[in-house]
Antibody
């Protein structure tokens, strides 16, 4: 089955760090660009970050630039999001999404930043 | 950054109604636009890509049109399972940007 599964979310204090993972199956992960998208409770969708298939090109939303780092391990069919200096406004469900056209999404993982 | 202005933000409609949702881009994005449906507690699901191409498995009552700066999602005959929130997304340039969403509710 073609799918993406996120993990690593949880409760973290402001200023803390979390690392999200997205594991792909059912397709050739190394062929695809990947993205992270988040959705704060009751709010709309916000694009967070992009990484090319090889990892050579990376982009970030201004809201996370300098704090979040996207990476991938094609040998492990995995995408990552290292989130540092977390803020309350980072509280959201985080989705990974496949390709530049966002054709496949994971089920999401909830990150809560609160003291 | 490209701004995506989606309207309306919400609408009430009845089963069988024709529904139209519009997204306007702040600058031309060719046909680099997708439409997504999201139900409560679920991940978004792509309905349309390249502005007008129906995703495999999506009912034909959904259609998309437009190019450049004006785009439309149409549901020709609203069904009970279509009550959800709909988003457009431009993938022409970074940062990628979504419309604000349109919540389709039961009248």
């Amino acid at each position: 089955e073609v799918q993406l599964v996120e993990s690593g979310g949880g409760l973290e204090q402001p200023g803390g760090s979390l690392r999200l993972s997205c594991t792909a199956s059912g397709f050739i992960f190394s062929n695809y660009e990947m993205n992270w998208v988040r959705q704060a409770p009751g709010k709309g969708l916000e694009w967070v970050s992009y990484i090319s298939s090889s990892g050579s090109a990376i982009y970030y939303a201004d809201s996370v630039k300098g704090r979040f780092t996207i990476s991938r391990d094609n040998a492990k069919n995995s995408l990552y999001l290292q989130m540092n200096s977390l803020r309350a406004e980072d509280t959201a469900v985080y989705y990974c999404a496949r390709s530049g056209r966002f054709g496949l999404w994971g089920q999401g993982t909830l990150v809560t930043v609160s003291s | 950054d490209i701004q995506m202005t989606q309207s309306p933000s919400s609408l009430s409609a009845s089963v069988g109604d024709r529904v139209t949702i519009t997204c306007r881009a702040s600058q031309g994005i060719r046909n680099d636009l997708g439409w997504y449906q999201q139900k409560p507690g679920e991940a978004p699901k792509r309905l349309i890509y390249a502005a007008s191409t129906l995703q495999s498995g999506v009912p034909s009552r959904f259609s998309g049109s437009g190019s450049g700066t004006e785009f439309t999602l149409t549901i020709s005959s609203l069904q009970p399972e279509d009550f959800a929130t709909y988003y457009c997304l431009q993938h022409n340039s970074y940062p990628r940007t979504f419309g604000q969403g349109t919540k389709v509710e039961i009248k």
